[in-house]
């Protein structure tokens, strides 16, 4: 049987004008003619590479591991950059160009001469951006992870990014001097790689394996260890045998792949971001996917790794006690493990020999972590078209709770009186904060760990009931309400709370709801005003004409579904 043509030969393989334009300029780097004769695969690297994106900062050297192996098994290497979200420096937030983002992977694929891709991410919203823009193409796609950072060390204790919110109170509260918390900045970000505990980024590098997108060990290898390099080789190698198995994106993206991707995300207690991701990925394929299934398919799975912040330990604890195929070989009993992933494999074959080599860091479903894991999803009044809580994050006692609400219209407002001794507010309480969503910020900030007021603080209260139609860092925790959509800039029950209205929050029965007639709701609602969105120019005015709610993946409604990687027309 005949060889199938490769993609890049409609480029390359072309005679006179149009092939000579196409080689011609590529010579000039130093390939030689017959790399574009048609025998070796062009495979794209898509680098998310940014001093910018310090999570990502280590990928020049990690994607000459990856160019190895995609030479030696006899394909082309060819590097090119995409936008690069650094979650810690992007303003106002970078969830506002993650669709952007994918728009420029989309195109830059599908415009070039490549037979199959590796997706090189790390930082929170690289992941999903890379991933969506290729499943909107479907060549041969591979993801390649940057692994977590070692473990940080700050007065003799391990610490990591949940550490953050923890040494804010503190230095709040004047128990942190200026100087302790610039030594913990450097103790906590002591090595290349993204954050150390199942943040949103180890949650996005767990969800690609999950899928089957990514080699075994890709979400746990830290990015300081050696056999990252190795993975990479791997992943070249095996991109190019892919390509000539033709072994398209489509191909695992199943409806099992996406079920068992919030499965494993309840073993791992993995943040609350991984929704809004997952749903516009599948989306994208043309997968059928919505907030049902993240409650259906994660009350069935208990905590199994012990990792922050759901647990105790970190990332790179977890690797060393076995990694992701451990903790999938635990569940394997309720997975679909006869998914089809990148290896050609099945993903019951993938982790067949996986072992667990410490029980304190990965627990078995007869004797888990903690029984309550995964995402609840709420419905009430409040959110009809769904919230979100993570109940392995939060405090037992408040996941069903009756309290008044201190309401903040939006995040000025917050900052302006949370420390006020003069706030209205009691450990009893329920913090509302409206206009933080999608089209409200607009970008919907990781600002619904509402930080508590400081005369709480030096209370002693740990935690308290926070609602909003904003996001949640994945290193956060507590007791905290999410995603509330609709949301409130758009006329969404959130934006009707006031001062004083009593709010009963309901995990177990999965119901959040404002306790007021429905009468005085329906008047609330007629004299409501819809905020003044900040329309600007360019990208902004596009993410605010055009973007999903959060129940919806917060996606462009017109980037849904797939164009395929044909190009008809030549551009000369």
Excluded at 54 to 82: M, S, T, Y
Excluded at 396 to 417: C, M, S, W
């Amino acid at each position: 049987m005949s060889k199938k043509k490769l993609r890049s030969q409609e480029w390359y393989g072309r005679t006179g004008k149009d092939g000579f334009i196409y080689r011609s300029w590529m010579k000039n780097q130093g390939f030689p003619h017959h790399l574009f004769e048609g025998d070796k695969p062009v495979i794209g690297i898509c680098n998310t590479w940014s001093e910018l994106t310090p999570c990502n900062a280590h990928f020049r050297d990690l994607a000459q591991a990856l160019k190895r192996g995609i030479w030696e098994a006899g394909g082309f290497p060819l590097e090119f950059p995409v936008m690069s979200l650094g979650e810690c420096s992007i303003k106002p937030t970078a969830m506002l160009f993650r669709n952007l983002a994918s728009m420029d992977v989309e195109e830059s694929i599908r415009a070039n001469p490549m037979d199959g891709v590796v997706l090189m991410c790390g930082c929170d919203k690289t992941t999903p951006s890379l991933v969506m823009g290729a499943a909107s193409v479907d060549l041969p796609t591979l993801v390649l992870s940057g692994g977590p950072m070692l473990i940080g060390r700050f007065k003799g204790k391990k610490i990591g990014t949940s550490d953050v919110w923890r040494f804010a109170e503190e230095y709040k509260m004047g128990k942190l001097s200026q100087e302790d918390f610039i030594e913990a900045e450097a103790a906590m970000s002591r090595s290349v790689g993204h954050c150390a505990p199942m943040g949103t980024a180890s949650t996005m590098a767990a969800m690609v394996e999950a899928l089957g997108l990514a080699l075994p060990d890709n979400a746990t290898i830290p990015a300081a260890d050696s056999r990252r390099k190795v993975l990479a080789h791997m992943a070249g190698m095996r991109i190019v045998e892919m390509v000539n198995e033709d072994m398209k994106m489509s191909k695992i993206l199943t409806r099992k792949a996406f079920e068992n991707s919030i499965m494993v995300n309840a073993a791992l207690g993995g943040s609350t971001n991984f929704i809004l991701h997952l749903t516009a990925i599948a989306k994208r394929i043309g997968v059928d996917l919505d907030l049902t299934d993240f409650d259906e398919f994660s009350s069935k799975v208990p905590l199994i790794a012990n990792v922050q912040p759901s647990g105790e330990h970190w990332v790179e604890d977890l690797f060393y006690a076995g990694g992701l195929p451990a903790v999938m070989k635990e569940i394997d009993k309720i997975l679909h493990t006869e998914a089809l992933t990148v290896t050609g494999k099945t993903l019951g074959e993938n982790i067949s020999k996986a072992e667990c080599y410490d029980r304190n860091l990965i627990g078995t479903l007869e004797a888990p972590i903690k029984p309550d894991s995964g995402i609840a999803v709420l419905k009430g009044n409040l959110c009809p078209n769904g919230a979100v809580i993570k109940p392995s994050a939060a405090s037992p006692q408040l996941l069903k709770h009756t309290g008044r609400a201190v309401v903040f219209e939006n995040i000025d407002d917050y900052k302006a009186r949370i420390d006020s001794p003069e706030l209205d507010i009691d450990e009893t309480c329920v913090m509302v904060m409206k206009n933080v969503g999608p089209k409200g910020y607009p970008g919907m900030p990781e600002v619904g760990n509402m930080g508590l007021p400081k005369k709480l603080l030096e209370k002693g209260t740990k935690d308290m009931v926070r609602i909003s139609d904003g996001r949640m860092s994945g290193t956060g925790f507590g007791t905290v309400v999410l995603h509330v959509s609709p949301e409130s800039a758009i006329g969404g029950p959130l934006a009707l709370v006031q001062n004083g209205d009593m709010i009963e929050l309901d995990v177990p029965n999965r119901s959040l709801n404002l306790l007021i007639s429905e009468e005085e709701f329906a008047k609330r609602m007629s004299e409501f005003q819809p905020v003044e969105l900040p329309y600007e120019r360019g990208y902004v005015n596009l993410f605010l004409d055009k973007v999903n709610q959060a129940h919806e993946g917060v996606d462009f409604d017109f980037l849904q579904g797939s164009s395929g990687s044909e190009v008809k027309r030549d551009s000369h």
